[in-house]
């Protein structure tokens, strides 16, 4: 079954949003890469909108979902995507604040105020939305760190896409620094994905 018959027969918005996210992660997987980083970003993104329609209203994101939606937003912001990135800041500073509401209502604030401490992004995500240099680094540095420490941080941001497949803090510490006048990326996207692009795009329209 191709991918594009795998999305005909999708029931839902949240379904075919699911559907892509599987297809992104599994290309990126291959050793000889038939999809760029660019490309992915782009799926992503489609995907990112359709499963967050139908996320129960976008009521309960996890913690894993704010850094989800907060790595998209930086690489908007690296792409030079700025309507995006704004769309993705907007949606992560909501996803933290429900998720920030529903973690006190069903634990307590005093126990919120403890756990934030222990995560580096949720510690400061405007900051990180920021895309400044300092947290960059940050970023850079929990990257490139030993994984075996006693301090509680996970979630990673490495964890969720671009996973490892691509360094952007990195790249936007090098602009941020002036080791380039911008990022350059071919935003050109093959005929094969427009095509996937398009198939999702016509199947979610079916669905509404």
């Given at each position: 079954?191709?991918?594009?018959?795998?999305?005909?027969?999708?029931?839902?918005?949240?379904?075919?949003?699911?559907?892509?996210?599987?297809?992104?992660?599994?290309?990126?997987?291959?050793?000889?890469?038939?999809?760029?980083?660019?490309?992915a970003y782009q799926l992503m993104?489609?995907?990112?909108?359709?499963?967050?329609?139908?996320?129960?209203?976008?009521?309960?994101?996890?913690?894993?979902?704010?850094?989800?939606?907060?790595?998209?937003?930086?690489?908007?912001?690296?792409?030079?995507?700025?309507?995006?990135?704004?769309?993705?800041?907007?949606?992560?500073?909501?996803?933290?604040?429900?998720?920030?509401?529903?973690?006190?209502?069903?634990?307590?604030?005093?126990?919120?105020?403890?756990?934030?401490?222990?995560?580096?992004?949720?510690?400061?995500?405007?900051?990180?939305?920021?895309?400044?240099?300092?947290?960059?680094?940050?970023?850079?540095?929990?990257?490139?760190?030993?994984?075996?420490?006693?301090?509680?941080?996970?979630?990673?941001?490495?964890?969720?896409?671009?996973?490892?497949?691509?360094?952007?803090?990195?790249?936007?510490?090098?602009?941020?620094?002036?080791?380039k006048d911008h990022y350059e990326?071919?935003?050109?996207?093959?005929?094969?994905?427009?095509?996937?692009?398009?198939?999702?795009?016509?199947?979610?329209?079916?669905?509404?």
């Open positions: 079954m191709t991918i594009i018959q795998k999305f005909n027969e999708c029931r839902s918005k949240g379904s075919l949003g699911q559907e892509l996210l599987d297809f992104v992660q599994s290309a990126l997987r291959e050793k000889e890469k038939k999809i760029t980083i660019y490309e993104e489609i995907s990112n909108r359709f499963m967050n329609f139908t996320r129960l209203g976008k009521a309960f994101p996890s913690a894993d979902k704010v850094i989800e939606s907060l790595n998209l937003a930086l690489l908007a912001k690296l792409f030079n995507d700025e309507d995006l990135y704004l769309q993705f800041g907007i949606d992560t500073l909501e996803m933290y604040d429900m998720h920030k509401r529903n973690f006190i209502k069903f634990n307590s604030e005093e126990a919120w105020n403890r756990g934030i401490h222990t995560h580096y992004i949720l510690e400061d995500i405007n900051g990180f939305l920021s895309a400044d240099l300092e947290h960059m680094e940050i970023l850079s540095n929990k990257r490139k760190k030993t994984r075996k420490n006693t301090q509680k941080e996970f979630p990673y941001h490495w964890s969720y896409f671009p996973y490892n497949y691509f360094n952007y803090e990195d790249e936007l510490i090098k602009v941020l620094k002036g080791e990326v071919d935003k050109t996207i093959s005929p094969e994905i427009c095509d996937i692009m398009t198939a999702v795009e016509v199947r979610a329209i079916e669905l509404e």
